[in-house]
């Protein structure tokens, strides 16, 4: 029914930039809450960012203050702009839709923060 798949991933230097975007085919992106999680080598997937259907948002505290998600509904996109990157933000990042029992998962991005 719905399809995710992010873009946008790849190799910055640290306190660079990055856009992540998570297109969404098969359903409406507005009707979901959103989510971006990462999942680097040897640790579990966690929460980086996540959006409501009211627009509402929440963040990790480690990208707290540095990352942004927001949603495009014209363009069924959901984008996470990623600023002052660490190394520690290097990861696979995935975009989560999530609408009451459905849930979905994109393919993943990868993005290395490296000098």
């Known amino acids: 029914q719905v399809q995710l798949v992010e873009s946008g991933g790849g190799l910055v230097q640290p306190g660079g930039s990055l856009r992540l975007s998570c297109a969404a085919s098969?359903?409406?992106?507005?009707?979901?809450?959103m989510g971006w999680y990462r999942q680097a080598p040897g640790k579990q997937r966690e929460l980086v960012a996540r959006i409501t259907t009211s627009d509402s948002t929440n963040y990790a505290d480690s990208v707290k203050g540095r990352f942004t998600i927001s949603r495009d509904n014209a363009k069924n996109t959901v984008i996470l702009q990623m600023n002052s990157l660490k190394p520690e933000d290097t990861a696979v990042y995935y975009c989560?839709?999530?609408?009451?029992?459905?849930?979905?998962w994109g393919q993943g991005t990868q993005v290395t923060v490296s000098s």
């Open positions: 098969g359903s409406s992106v507005s009707r979901y809450d």
């Open positions: 989560k839709a999530n609408w009451g029992v459905r849930l979905y």
